[in-house]
């Protein structure tokens, strides 16, 4: 072996201890942190616009509230939702009767006009959007899972209560501690027979966050014990 080699093979050894420790000051402990939610909901009352868009016979414009209490950052009830639908024909019917002569006799006359549910608002995820890359606005994704009744009936007729379950998504985007505005994903499950029939409904709407009869949400929010 050469002394050129020998001289290089020295060096890598003295040189390897130096390596791993540098690493090893480099490798120190990752720390997360996780914000905590910067807007505690309370008392929610809830205003807001919608659409029943998914009937092939009629659109409905919906207008729409609803009261929520908020147990935790996590879980609340909606206690109590309401919508009345005014409905518009869709030009199907008249189709239907111009073209070919026939007028249905099951669907094509029921349509949703009042409906009202209560419940479950799960809320795991929340987090914040950047707009355009030139802000950030507080952002909270929650579900909901509940029961309710609608009148469903003929424009003219007599409409009949029934069953709806109600499935959901929606964003909450928050503009203070008091006012945000939600978009919401409904799809409305109605047992008219054993197999239901469905209705989506889109809305969007203003909600106004109290903390009145709520003092321990109040404390929890300044960081005290209630």
Same mark, same amino acid.
């Given at each position: 072996m050469s002394r050129a080699s020998v001289t290089a093979f020295c060096l890598v050894l003295a040189l390897a201890p130096a390596a791993r420790a540098e690493d090893a000051v480099g490798e120190g402990p990752r720390v997360f942190s996780i914000q905590p939610r910067p807007y505690k909901l309370g008392h929610e009352f809830q205003l807001g616009l919608g659409v029943l868009p998914m009937d092939a016979f009629y659109v409905g414009a919906v207008i729409t509230a609803s009261y929520t209490y908020h147990f935790t950052d996590f879980w609340g009830w909606e206690i109590a939702g309401a919508g009345y639908s005014k409905n518009f024909n869709t030009s199907l019917r008249g189709d239907l009767h111009k073209d070919y002569g026939v007028v249905p006799v099951q669907g094509g006359g029921d349509r949703i006009q009042y409906f009202g549910t209560t419940s479950l608002?799960?809320?795991?995820?929340?987090?914040?959007?950047?707009?355009? &890359?030139?802000?950030?606005?507080?952002?909270?994704?929650?579900?909901?899972?509940?029961?309710?009744?609608?009148?469903?009936?003929?424009?003219?007729?007599?409409?009949?209560?029934?069953?709806?379950?109600?499935?959901?998504?929606?964003?909450?985007?928050?503009?203070?501690?008091?006012?945000?505005?939600?978009?919401?994903?409904?799809?409305?499950?109605?047992?008219?027979?054993?197999?239901?029939?469905?209705?989506?409904?889109?809305?969007?709407?203003?909600?106004? &966050?109290?903390?009145?009869?709520?003092?321990?949400?109040?404390a929890r929010q300044a960081g005290a014990t209630p």
């Open positions: 608002v799960i809320k795991p995820f929340f987090g914040k959007l950047a707009i355009f &890359n030139d802000g950030l606005v507080t952002s909270e994704t929650f579900f909901v899972l509940g029961l309710g009744a609608l009148e469903m009936g003929p424009p003219a007729g007599r409409a009949d209560p029934r069953l709806v379950v109600d499935l959901g998504l929606g964003l909450r985007l928050w503009s203070s501690e008091t006012l945000s505005m939600r978009v919401d994903v409904r799809d409305y499950l109605i047992f008219v027979s054993a197999l239901p029939q469905q209705a989506l409904f889109l809305s969007v709407s203003v909600a106004f &966050n109290f903390h009145l009869w709520a003092p321990e949400q109040k």
